[in-house]
Every structure is written in C-alpha cells, then in structure tokens.
C-alpha cells in the first residue's frame, strides 16, 4: 500500500496563482521527497527535506515537514503553464528488509494560461 | 535529459515471456534504483543496488530479478510475464547509495506491454 498519500489527488488553477499540495504518511521517515512528472515521463526530483528540517526553499518552491503530523506539503508560488505535472512525494524510511522510497498517488496539476 | 539512459523505450510482449531491460546509470553514480508504474499500482520501489551489491527490495516479484554489472549499468529480468506487468518501468541513479535515498536522477523509462 501507499505510506504516501497527496491531496488534492487533482487541483486546476490559472497562472500567477499559488498551488498547495499535501502529503501525509504513516510511518517514522529519514527523509521526503518531491517529484515532478510529466505525462509519461520519467520523475524529476523537486526536493529533499529530512526529518531534522521543518522547511526548505528551492527557488519558486516551498516545502514543510511537520513529523509529529506526519505531513508535508509544497508550495509552488507564481505558477505557470509549464508547472502542469503530476507531483508526488515519497518518503525514505528504514525496515528490516532495508532502506526504501515509498511514493505516494500524486497530485494531478494543471495551470492554466 | 538527467543523464540516466534507458533501453529499450517501449517492449511489446506476450504472456509467458521473459525480457530484460537495460539502465545505464549518470556517469560517477553507483546506486541504480528500479521502479515500476502502473495504474494499478501507481509508483513501487523495486531495488535497488549500489555498487554491485544488492542494497534494499522492495515490492519485487519472484518473478523479477536484478543485478548491477562492474560497469555498473544494471538489468532488470522479468520472467514468466503477466498482463498486470504491463507498467512504465524507470530506473534511477544517484552519486551515493549507502542505505539513505539522496537525490536521484530518473531515466526516460520502458513501457512494457504484456499482451
């Protein structure tokens, strides 16, 4: 099953304006991550913030982790056509059988010009 | 374009057969990871391998297996295919690979149709 779990699953919103997509998990994580997919496309790695980290910047992005809600979520600002994507998060964490990324279901974006 | 080649782009297949897909990783990295993408089952962490040696598994099958070659690119062998195997199937690098996921960088995948 998915640990990662976004929302909205889709959100279409007009360029220039702010889009907030969330993540939740389930279990104790090293790190989490943001992914950027085009339509079938190979992911692009967005953004890794770690369990120590509450928030982090990357150009027009922004990412928070609350651990003890067990959430993420990533802002882009000043949105643009170009931003249409899928965007997943994925989380590290450490189990017996060793360390693994799970990624959760996306959020379906569309910006629209 | 990150660096991360795969081959082929597209494999069409019957039930029953067996194929291998081919990543070579961004020159320098020695962690390869493989994912599969479905509709079904959206975004699953294969395995992933760091300088030869098998590191982590994820949802693999039995039927799948892996390994990471001296030169490091890496094969990923599916068996006995299925219809529910057909999937986008990504591999990623990355420089690192002790046991901490750092940043990967994707190939352009293989869509592999089981028919």
């Known amino acids: 099953s998915q640990q990662g779990e976004e929302d909205p699953q889709a959100l279409s919103i007009q360029e220039g304006e702010n889009a907030t997509m969330n993540c939740s998990y389930k279990?104790?994580?090293?790190?989490l991550q943001w992914y950027r997919q085009n339509s079938g496309r190979g992911l692009v790695h967005l953004i890794l913030?770690?369990?120590?980290?509450r928030e982090k910047h990357s150009g027009r992005l922004r990412v928070t982790l609350d651990t003890s809600k067990k959430s993420s979520s990533l802002l882009i600002t000043a949105s643009r056509a170009a931003d249409t994507a899928s965007y997943f998060c994925a989380t590290e964490s450490v189990e017996t059988s060793g360390s693994r990324l799970t990624f959760g279901e996306g959020t379906q974006l569309t910006v629209n010009p | 374009d990150s660096g991360v080649t795969q081959t082929p782009k597209h494999l069409i297949t019957a039930t029953g057969q067996r194929v291998t897909l081919r990543c070579s990783p961004r020159?320098?990295?020695?962690?390869v990871y493989w994912y599969q993408q479905s509709l079904d089952q959206g975004l699953q962490f294969l395995i992933h391998y760091y300088n030869g040696e098998e590191r982590a598994k994820g949802n693999i099958l039995e039927r799948f297996s892996a390994q990471q070659f001296p030169d490091l690119h890496s094969e990923l062998n599916l068996s006995s295919l299925e219809l529910g195997d057909s999937a986008l199937y990504f591999c990623a690098s990355s420089p690192q690979g002790s046991w901490a996921f750092d940043e990967q960088f994707f190939g352009p995948g293989t869509r592999l149709t089981v028919l």
């Open positions: 020159s320098g990295d020695l962690s």
């Open positions: 913030i770690r369990s120590n980290e």
């Open positions: 279990t104790s994580i090293n790190n």
